[in-house]
């Protein structure tokens, strides 16, 4: 077997911490992204192994068919409001206020859908994702509709950063599970996420952005050692973005 990168170590590691939260009869809020795609491996082999019945809320159509593959039953989000656990991996954590920045994978509206029905969110990242401040080491994703958007773009720049069109790997636009269009924002460091979140949603155009504030309950770090840490509990909430 081909060793892991410390990066997948961490990632493996965070994933079976994870999938020993789960409990028989849960419905789960699934999200999306290389270590939810771990997540949902090791909770397939708990489901293998100790005949577990689990429903999920997928974030993403490539989530859906690994969860229908580990044994999980899909359920609309319409037909269970309320879940009671939900997953996600994240491409920044900010340790303390637990802000985050999601969607470098594209699946950012239906993770925030997700994300507010959820009883208790864990976020499980590698130890690289941690900042100081959002928009450190990622562009903030911006999901918009395809009509006029360069038009929103261009109201989007105003907000300080550059938007950059998504290319999917064969040069034309990316497009979101929804259909819709993304722009990265890239940004110097954030210190106010909540003035900028709230800027981003007043423009037209704009579905959603990849800013979740005050939505996770837990954070799971891997690290390179193949060891695992939680990050210190949230004690104050922000807007939830509902
Ligand atoms: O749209 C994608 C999601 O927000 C992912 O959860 C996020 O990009 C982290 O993905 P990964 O676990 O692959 O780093």
């Known amino acids: 077997m081909a060793s892991r ?9 965070v994933a079976e911490k994870a999938a020993a939260m789960v409990e028989d009869k849960m419905v ?3 999200g999306s992204g290389s270590t939810m795609r771990l997540t949902l491996l090791s909770i397939g082999r708990r489901i293998q192994a100790e005949g577990l019945s689990l429903k999920g809320v997928p974030t993403s159509e490539a989530t859906a068919v690994l969860a229908r593959e580990q044994g999980i039953e899909l359920v609309e989000l319409d037909a269970r ?17 637990f ?3 999601k969607g470098l994978g594209g699946a ?7 994300a507010i029905a959820a009883s208790w969110l864990v976020i499980l990242v590698d130890d690289g994702k941690l900042v100081d401040q959002l928009g450190s080491r990622s562009p903030i994703p911006v999901e918009v509709v395809p009509f006029a958007h360069k038009t929103t773009a261009r109201r989007l720049a105003k907000l300080g950063g550059e938007p950059v069109l998504r290319l999917a ?13 993304i722009y990265d924002l890239k ?10 979140a709230a800027a981003i949603k007043g423009i037209t155009g704009v579905v959603e952005h990849g800013i979740f504030l005050g939505m996770a309950k837990d954070v799971i770090v891997g690290n390179a050692d193949g060891t695992t840490r939680r990050l210190p509990a949230v004690l104050s909430r922000v807007d939830n973005g509902t």
């Open 5 to 13: 990168s410390p990066q997948d170590t961490a990632k493996h590691a």
């Open 28 to 30: 789960l809020g699934l």
């Open 81 to 97: 409001p309320e879940l009671d656990l939900a997953f996600d991996g994240a491409d920044e954590v900010v340790p303390g206020s």
């Open 99 to 101: 802000a985050l920045t």
């Open 108 to 114: 950012l509206l239906r993770e925030k859908l997700v």
């Open 169 to 181: 790997s064969d040069g034309t636009p990316f497009r979101s599970d929804g259909g819709n269009l």
């Open 187 to 196: 940004m110097p460091p954030i210190g106010a996420p909540e003035g900028l």
